[in-house]
Nanobody, 128 residues
Framework: VQLQASGGGLVQAGDSLKLACVAS????????VAWFRQPPGKEREFVAS????????YYADSVKGRFTISRDNDRKTVYLQMDSLKPEESAVYFC??????????????????????WGQGTLVTVSS
């Protein structure tokens, strides 16, 4: 599968933004998907993940309650709704996927090395 992230842009602090990660290729419903972000000059960090069916989601503590990850397997798309954005969340946001078995636990796999397929990233800039 190949991934393409979109939806980034320039917003003000407190605004919302919705990112999309569109997959091409077969069997998208076999993939767990995660969003990571990389602020300028910093390491890539986990943001949120979702299991194959969409029934299970997991968030970094820093975004819990403000970000929502969801997926539409018919459209082969995973979304990241980001509300109440903060300037320190300015970063390139990447979506990543991995073909997994149904019992694969998204909570145990939050390192970027746990995901094998990556999109190109979309830039989010939050002004203060």
């Amino acid at each position: 599968v190949q991934l393409q992230a979109s939806g980034g842009g320039l917003v003000q602090a407190g605004d919302s933004l919705k990112l999309a990660c569109v997959a091409s290729g077969p069997s998208f419903s076999r993939y767990a998907v995660a969003w990571f972000r990389q602020p300028p000059g910093k390491e890539r960090e986990f943001v949120a993940s979702i299991n194959r069916s969409g029934a299970d989601t997991y968030y970094a503590d820093s975004v819990k309650g403000r970000f929502t990850i969801s997926r539409d397997n018919d459209r082969k798309t995973v979304y990241l709704q980001m509300d109440s954005l903060k300037p320190e969340e300015s970063a390139v946001y990447f979506c990543a996927a991995r073909s997994v078995i149904s019992s694969w636990n998204i909570r145990w796999n939050i390192r970027w090395e746990d995901y094998h397929t990556w999109g190109q990233g979309t830039l989010v800039t939050v002004s203060s």
